[in-house]
């Protein structure tokens, strides 16, 4: 730290390490003055987030929540110009100082980087090849959705597209529910080809949560709208019509809506009333032990006395909602309930379902 060194830093430019190291702040850089538009309007989010420009564009600075590109993606157009970069893991942003150009920085919007989920990203239809994820879940919590019109068993499915949005979006704080027929779209569009099922029923889900907020909406209008934004990610073996009837039988089998506030009020509850519980509980003082055993009694309580119940994505999910990185010390300490004679497995789970719990103790008064 000498005088000379000091001095430098006051002419220098600052730049801001991106990925994991810094609480998974990624800068989603557009390059093209043209396509900025293009993000706000798809992403009307993007306008609440910090934004910094250079000398053209917009960079906006976003939390990711749950998984995103571990890498840094190069976007491109159709024609195989540059228009920016998802910058993740080992990169940095400049967010101060001087660009190439002469021109300095600018904060575009004063705002803290606000937090997201990856999939929540729609791509400018002038964007060739998005960032993309390998899986949606971890490979033990996925459930192969192919898109041939096989009769998949969407009722199965649904545990694991509910783990989803607990995964993704309890990091933030709370869980956001879908409130209008633009933002259900929005969120349901695929990211890769092969995905388009599984997305359709997660569009089902979200006209079962704006039914329920008493959104008027029609069917037809919605298919073709998400029709036409999922069209650089369908197989053009399927006609439209086939992924309309998928749709429409993904209407008829959805049951929990996306964003269901069921994981997160029982969550919530265990958050702010911790007690009562089992003294044998009480007795164990690792973090984490006694909240994880509190939100099993609010699901129970949210089921009703004695009746069965379970967690969408099973102890992964439970491992997200308590920060554990792995599930392994979750399920440690629910085998050690079981043992206190707190839980009681009622239906073993497999690839395909959660396990079925009964919480045991006598359920406080509401």
Known sequence: MTTKYLAKLEHGNIGVVLGAKSGNLIALDVDDDSLVESYLTLNPFLNDTLQTHGARGRVFWLRMTGDYPAKTVKLKTASGEASGEFRSN???????GIHPSGKP???VNLAKPMAV???RIVWPSEISVPPCLPNILPKADWTE?????????????????????????????GFSL???????VNRCLPNKIHENNIRLFDLARALLTLTGQGVDFDHDEVFDAWHKKAEPFLRPELKKED?????LKACHRARVPLGSARVTAAWERANQNLLPLPPKVMAIQKPGFQLLCAFYREMQAGEGV???WFVAGGLRACAKLLGHKHHSTVETWTAAMHTMKVLKTIQKGDAHHSTRFVYLP????S
Do not use: M, N, W
């Not at 879908?178 to 259900?184: F, L, M, N, R, T």
């Open 90 to 96: 080992r990169s940095q942003s400049i967010i101060h």
């Open 105 to 107: 920085y600018e904060i």
């Open 117 to 119: 989920a990856f999939s």
């Open 145 to 173: 959705v192919t898109e041939v019109t096989e009769d998949t068993d969407v009722a199965e499915v649904a545990e694991v597209a509910e783990a989803a949005d607990v995964i993704v979006e309890q990091s933030v704080g």
């Open 178 to 184: 879908v409130c209008s027929v633009d933002e259900a």
């Open 243 to 247: 992924y309309f009837l998928e749709f």
């Open 306 to 308: 004695g009746k069965v």
């Open 362 to 365: 006598t359920l406080p008064k």
